[in-house]
Every structure is written in structure tokens, then in C-alpha cells.
């Protein structure tokens, strides 16, 4: 049976790709068998879906992810970064970003997407390792990884009734943590730890 995936030529390829690619951003829908991002997206096309899944859409939308805005944000600091260092000292240097309007780039937002972007990585790739650990290549674990955190929806073949518990706990997690975004997630960590230490009686 000829491979549907090739069928529609040049422009149907590219359409079948984008779409692909645009649906790990946001809505997850799989319009492929999981065997197919292996063999017919290869490397390039893979790698496209993996880092719109790992972006993901746009902040308050269902899409899940790191979200557009914190790429935009982080590029910003970038680029307050380097005006700030090219600029005399007494320059006041302002750069800024819509988000609900126009709003002027503080240190206390970087910071904050600063935290939020290294949380999503480092869970991507511990995620990405402990599939690896379970067997699994590299490619085919990383994108597994990063689709539960960004609860995409898609899956390369590895996510099943039959896979290994430990494996499905860990995605559990990663889709869990990756939708509450991991603030709330530490603030509920933090919030167990205070009510279980023991409180100190004050001597008068």
C-alpha cells in the first residue's frame, strides 16, 4: 500500500508538515501514525515539531508549553541587555512588549521567565533521559518528553496502555506540572514542607 504521507507531492508534503508542526503548538491533533515522525518527517521535521511543542501557543491559551510570550520576553532581555552595555551609564535605556497592551520590560519579569524557561528544559530533559533509561532512542524519548509537559496531545509511540508504570508515572508528572506552569506546583511544595515541619514553641 503506497504511503499517504508522500501522496499530494511537493505541496502536499509541506501542508501535511506545517500542519503537523502548528498542531504540536497548539491543539495536538495527530493526523499521522506515531512510526510516521520517525520515518517520513526525519531529523529536520522532527526537531521542528519538537520545538513547537516545547514553545507551545500563546499565554491564557489552551495550548500548553513555554509559551510565545516568555520567547518574545527572553529575546527582549537580550536585546536590553546588549543596548544597556553598548550605551553610556547615565543613558536610561527602556525596551518594550505587548501583552495585554504595551508594557515596559522590568528585571522582575526577566527573572521570572528566566525561572519558568529552566524549569521546562530541565523537565524536558530529565523526562527525555528516563525514557532513555526505559530503552528508548534518544529522538523518540526527548519527544515524548517534551509533549507531556507541553500536554500536546501527540505521541511518538512510546505513551500506551502497556507501557512501564514508572514511565507512566513520570509523564503524569511532567503533564501535571507542565500545565500548572511549576510555580503553583513549587508553592504546593513548599506549602506541604511548612505545615509538616514542626513548630518551634517560643519561650517567654
Known amino acids: ?7 499530494g507531492g511537493a505541496a502536499g508534503i509541506f501542508r501535511k508538515g506545517v500542519f503537523q508542526v502548528i498542531a ?7 493526523t499521522v501514525y506515531p512510526n510516521q515522525f520517525l520515518k517520513d518527517f526525519g531529523g529536520v521535521g522532527l526537531m521542528a515539531i519538537i520545538i513547537g511543542m516545547a514553545v507551545g501557543g500563546s499565554m491564557s491559551s489552551t495550548g500548553g508549553g513555554f509559551k510565545a510570550l516568555r520567547v518574545g520576553v527572553m529575546w527582549k532581555s537580550v536585546v536590553l541587555a546588549v543596548k544597556k552595555a553598548l550605551a553610556p551609564p547615565s543613558a536610561a535605556i527602556v525596551v518594550r512588549y505587548r501583552h495585554l497592551g504595551e508594557r515596559i520590560l522590568k528585571s522582575d519579569a526577566t527573572s521570572t521567565m528566566g525561572v519558568i524557561f529552566m524549569l521546562y528544559f530541565l523537565t524536558y530533559v530529565t523526562g527525555g533521559i528516563i525514557g532513555i533509561a526505559y530503552g528508548h532512542a534518544p529522538a523518540e524519548a526527548i519527544f515524548e518528553s517534551v509533549s ?26 511532567e503533564m501535571w506540572a507542565g500545565r500548572l506552569e511549576f510555580i503553583a506546583v513549587l508553592v504546593l511544595g513548599a506549602q506541604i514542607v511548612l505545615a509538616l515541619k514542626p513548630k518551634r514553641l517560643r519561650v517567654s
Request: aromatic residues 10%; glycine residues 12%; hydrophobic residues 40%.
Open 1 to 7: 500500500m503506497a504511503n499517504t504521507f508522500w501522496s
Open 148 to 173: 507531556a509537559t507541553a500536554n500536546s496531545g501527540l505521541s511518538i509511540g512510546i505513551t500506551s496502555a502497556t507501557m512501564p508504570t514508572g514511565l507512566k508515572l513520570v509523564y503524569m508528572f
Open 24 to 30: 504540536g503548538q497548539s491543539a495536538g491533533h495527530q
